[in-house]
């Protein structure tokens, strides 16, 4: 059964930074695209980046591009989100997840409970 464990979220100011780590287990990691998504009160899940199986292709939408970098370490099943540069919109409940391939990507996994993170003055 595969297991996703978010955490590193927190309350910042603006302009301020967090590192999100999601520790995967029960699946052959390196064999998967990852990817976290955000949800914020009230609105749907939403796609904010995602990372192919060795890393080498990455993309972000676009309101966080130039802020936030994902990354990977296979040896250690776990996927990053660096965020830098944060704003009161970026406020939400971040989820990782994964799928067989970056192209199109979806969560095909059971979601994990995922990392609040609040960015108010």
């Known amino acids: 059964q595969v297991q996703l464990v978010e955490s590193g979220g927190g309350s910042v100011q603006p302009g301020g930074s967090l590192r999100l780590s999601c520790a995967a287990s029960?699946?052959?990691?390196?064999?998967?695209?990852m990817s976290w998504y955000r949800q914020a009160p009230g609105k749907e899940r939403e796609l904010v980046a995602a990372i192919s199986s060795a890393g080498g292709v990455r993309d972000y939408r676009d309101s966080v591009r130039g802020r936030f970098t994902i990354s990977r370490d296979n040896a250690k099943s776990t996927v990053y989100l660096q965020m830098n540069s944060l704003k009161p919109e970026d406020t939400a409940v971040y989820y990782c997840?994964?799928?067989?391939?970056?192209?199109?990507?979806?969560?095909?996994?059971?979601w994990g409970q995922g990392t609040q993170v609040t960015v108010s003055s």
């Open positions: 997840n994964g799928d067989r391939t970056i192209r199109g990507i979806t969560p095909v996994f059971s």
């Open positions: 029960g699946l052959r990691f390196s064999s998967y695209a």
